[in-house]
């Protein structure tokens, strides 16, 4: 069994979309999804393949990345629940974050995305733990 990342970096994630023009950003969330989906494994909720919520996000002006952010928020607790690891968000809390910060230049997202990284961050480092992976 491989290690989970357990160390994304969030301000790297920012820098990086930013000199690939999003490319890296697609990335990112492409592998956050495959190791979401292994943290989850058997609880029914499989995540969507990262570029299938890209291509939705688009035909549906956007609408769709909220849901999507709004159904990791709430799976990456149940995991959590199911580990033993606190993780404070929601989805309801991410998705107040993207709305109401969307008023306010986009800082929500920023936000939001921070939660999300943090919170897999505990995810992936109890999954290590417990599988015998390398924990920093």
Known sequence: MQPLK?????????LLSAVT????GIYYWYKFVED?????EGDGEESPNYI???????????????????????RMQKIGQRNGVQIDE???????????GSLVC????LISTYMMTRNMNKLCTAYNAQFGGPVA
Request: aromatic share 14%.
């Open 6 to 14: 357990q160390d994304r970096n969030f301000l790297l994630l920012i």
């Open 21 to 24: 023009c999003g490319i890296y």
């Open 36 to 40: 979401l989906n292994t943290l989850g």
């Open 52 to 74: 299938v919520v890209v291509l939705l996000s688009i035909v549906t002006c956007g609408i769709y990345n909220f849901i999507w952010y709004y159904k990791q928020g709430n």
């Open 90 to 100: 929601n989805g309801t809390s991410l998705l107040l974050w993207l709305l109401v």
């Open 106 to 109: 986009g800082v929500g997202a």
